[in-house]
């Protein structure tokens, strides 16, 4: 290797101590706290060691510094070894790590970013490459800065397709600022893995996905300081056999201690054995200085440049609005970001990439890794991003949903073809699920926009907003309902009709907001009055105009929606009024799964479309006469 430069033999010793007394630390805090996963930690001690003190630049009195090479432990339950690592650094106290897991502590069983030196929560197995490859792309692509993106993996968690779409994704963008360290200790949670230690089958597969693949002896301080060493030109995978339980006799390379810690009286034996090992060495290390250039970014303040321009009559999905909302947002900020998978002539964010190409990223259809990127992408706040494709499609990424609520991530997404409304697709196209998962996300903001105009007023707020934002997009075209200059809030229902003596409220959004609107002129000619409330936001909702508009038509409430009864519309009202003296909530809702057909066809089917509106009205008044 040309550029490569043996340590001297003191900076070696300084490794492998380094290396044990992580493995001591590790196993003192996981005996201290009585549960945990050391014999996890102990196999990638020589990684932890030669990443944190030889190969990666950082700063370790500020861990989120913008110019710090990045770190992910995607095999979040080896914990114990990274808060090692920063006790060795002397970010942490070493007393800290008896607080392990402890309710009053910061050190958790898996990283959280409440650590300031974890950028997003680990330990769902499988996600860490996707994220790392979401910050690697910034760092090229974005910032063009020189930082690098360490991912370590474990070998059980291989088995995860979420691995592969990432592996895919690095090498088509040719992420060469990525490394990918395979910890290949040969055991899982319950049983070996598939592989076990054919460390040349790993390699085979991650070089048939266009990385540059090394095998290493994962022990071997001297060989990883050199692999670390490599020229990079294309993503590099090192595959590092280890043994898990390294530096535990009883436990090593054995089946039955993963998750467990050492009893006390082990734990004092195997300490003062690995203590024997430390040889005095007079060299200290610290991690090398990052370079300076990863430019200021400020994401305050995100704003259009100007009010919607849609005009009456108008008529446009409000899918469409997206990406007209996405490319005028783009004009304004430079760090706006798009991803989508391979539905951007779908949701229409191709109008962004046709605008912004450089800020554009195809992510395929590959939606759990699209979702690991965008939340790499919005790490230590460097991009404000949108990630687009069919609200179904997003069922197939929850779980990279929910870790990213876990990681404080703040990432917009948009399901566009919700409901029945899609048509013709049938069942597999239709969102019916997203408004339920989403609003089980307690990070989650959900916007459900009924025209272009609030579309694009969502998107702007979006972008502003703490936490992951959802938009739910529709397919067909709708009219127009605001005025341009109407300004919307998260957590404010609009009352888009009203008269004094209104009978009965009426709640929806997207198209049935049209639909009751129509329901409307229906009623009208019956002498019925309705009043009728678009939510825009369904979390959080706004129970004070529910309320007091339900308050106002005596308590009935109609409520209808383009999504499956559980977890929807109507269930978050009834969460609103259910202690309320005197309401009485009427649901319209899908209620069995859906089949081809037209649109107009689907909603009568499904018993959403305006007649059956009306019909709910008049069923409310009427259960509410006979009530009397």
Wanted: overall charge neutral; glycine content about 6%.
């Amino acid at each position: 290797m040309e550029d490569y430069h043996k340590p001297d033999q003191q900076t070696l010793q300084a490794l492998r101590n380094i290396a044990t007394r992580l493995r001591i630390n590790s196993i003192k805090a996981t005996t201290a706290a009585g549960s945990g996963h050391p014999t996890s930690c102990c196999s990638v001690a020589e990684i932890m060691s030669v990443l944190f003190f030889h190969s990666m630049k950082y700063r370790p009195e500020d861990p989120r510094n913008p110019d710090n090479d990045r770190f992910i432990l995607s095999k979040g339950h080896a914990a114990p070894v990274l808060y090692a690592v920063w006790a060795e650094t002397g970010y942490l106290k070493e007393n800290e790590l008896l607080n392990l897991r402890k309710v009053d502590s910061i050190l958790e069983g898996h990283p959280v970013p409440k650590q300031q030196f974890v950028d997003v929560a680990t330990g769902s197995l499988g996600q860490g490459l996707g994220v790392a490859c979401g910050m690697a792309y910034t760092g090229k692509y974005f910032d063009k800065a020189s930082y690098r993106v360490f991912c370590l993996l474990g070998d059980g968690e291989l088995s995860e397709g979420s691995v592969w779409e990432a592996m895919a994704f690095a090498s088509y963008y040719q992420l060469d600022n990525l490394v990918a360290i395979f910890d290949i200790n040969r055991l899982g949670q319950s049983d070996p893995t598939p592989l076990q230690h054919h460390v040349e089958k790993y390699q085979r597969r991650c070089e048939a996905f266009g990385w540059h693949s090394i095998i290493v002896d994962g022990h071997s301080v001297e060989e990883l300081c050199k692999v670390l060493s490599q020229p990079r030109h294309q993503p590099i995978a090192i595959i590092a056999k280890t043994i898990k339980g390294k530096g535990i006799p009883a436990a090593e390379d054995k089946m039955n201690w993963h998750g467990k810690p050492l009893p006390k009286d082990m734990a004092e034996m195997v300490i003062k054995e690995l203590q024997s090992r430390i040889i005095s060495c007079n060299k200290r290390l610290y991690p090398a200085a990052p370079s300076k250039d990863a430019s200021p970014v400020c994401l305050r303040n995100i704003r259009m440049p100007s009010a919607p321009s849609y005009k009456p009559g108008d008529k446009i999905a409000t899918r469409k609005a997206y990406g007209v909302a996405l490319a005028k947002l783009g004009r304004y900020n430079e760090h706006v970001v798009v991803l989508d998978g391979d539905t951007k002539n779908s949701t229409f964010s191709e109008l962004f990439k046709n605008e912004h190409p450089n800020r554009y990223v195809e992510c395929y259809i590959a939606e759990q890794n699209m979702v690991g990127v965008a939340t790499g992408c919005a790490v230590r706040d460097r991009n404000v991003v949108f990630a687009s494709t069919f609200a179904t499609c997003f069922t197939r990424a929850y779980d990279q949903l929910r870790m990213a609520a876990i990681s404080e991530s703040n990432i917009n997404l948009c399901g566009s073809h919700c409901g029945v409304s899609i048509g013709e697709d049938g069942p597999s196209q239709m969102g019916m699920e997203d408004l339920a998962m989403f609003r089980a996300l307690p990070t989650a903001t959900i916007f459900y926009p009924s025209d272009a105009v609030s579309t694009e007023k969502a998107v702007e707020i979006a972008a502003n907003t703490k936490g992951l934002c959802f938009i739910r997009t529709s397919r067909p075209e709708t009219n127009i309902i605001y005025n341009c200059n109407e300004d919307f809030h998260v957590g404010q229902a609009k009352v888009v009709y009203k008269t004094n003596e209104d009978h009965v409220t009426v709640i929806g959004a997207g198209v049935t907001l049209h639909e009751a609107l129509s329901a409307v002129e229906i009623l009208k000619k019956e002498r019925i009055n309705i009043r009728v409330i678009d939510l825009f936001t369904i979390k959080p909702l706004d129970t004070k105009t529910i309320i007091e508009n339900g308050r106002a038509t005596r308590g009935r409430i109609v409520t209808v929606e383009d999504h499956y009864y559980e977890g929807g519309l109507g269930e978050a009202v009834c969460s609103a009024v259910v202690n309320e003296p005197g309401f009485t909530v009427h649901r319209l809702a899908v209620s069995q799964v859906p089949r081809s057909g037209k649109p107009h066809e689907l909603l009568r089917i499904h018993a959403i479309d305006r007649e059956a509106i009306a019909q709910a009205v008049r069923k409310a008044i009427s259960s509410s006469a006979n009530a009397k």
